[in-house]
């Protein structure tokens, strides 16, 4: 059996090891059986979800998670263009996820502004900011 440790490290330069707990059937899982269940026709899915996010790396990683469970993908990297592809896009658009923080609008306002073309459509928050950043903002 496989056993790893995860390292962690503090400004003081002091470290510390953790052991994660072992589960037994891991070791059983043959890669072929994973893939295959993970590739399985009944994990794709017919719905189109709008992904506005302002941060490249971000919206590539959602993006390729995403369409890994088949979903089909709209990106926008601001308010704007995410209003645009929802007025040019003429099938329905079952969710938007959006940043919090993104420069033009907020993803409340995008949210907001989108409802009264589509109000159907369900929406998802997402942000990198703290808790803190967050507070200090009105209008997300």
């Given at each position: 059996m496989m056993t790893e440790n995860l390292w962690t490290a503090s400004a003081d330069t002091s470290t510390s090891s953790l052991k994660p707990?072992?589960?037994?059937?891991?070791?059983?899982?043959?890669?072929e059986e994973f893939h295959d269940h993970h590739s399985n026709r009944s994990l794709r899915r017919a719905e189109t979800i709008l992904l506005a996010e302002d941060e490249e790396m971000v919206w590539k990683l959602a993006r390729q998670v995403l369409e890994?469970?088949?979903?089909?993908?709209?990106?926008?990297?601001?308010?704007?263009?995410?209003?645009?592809?929802?007025?040019?896009?003429?099938?329905?658009?079952?969710?938007?996820?959006?940043?919090?923080?993104?420069?033009?609008?907020?993803?409340?306002?995008?949210?907001d502004r989108l409802a009264q073309l589509r109000p159907e459509m369900k929406v998802l928050y997402m942000s990198c900011a703290t808790t803190r950043a967050l507070q200090g903002r009105a209008s997300w």
């Open positions: 707990p072992t589960i037994p059937e891991a070791d059983k899982i043959n890669d890994m469970y088949g979903y089909q993908v709209l990106e926008a990297a601001n308010g704007g263009a995410a209003l645009l592809i929802c007025e040019r896009h003429k099938e329905p658009i079952n969710l938007l996820v959006s940043d919090v923080i993104m420069p033009e609008m907020s993803g409340r306002e995008l949210a």
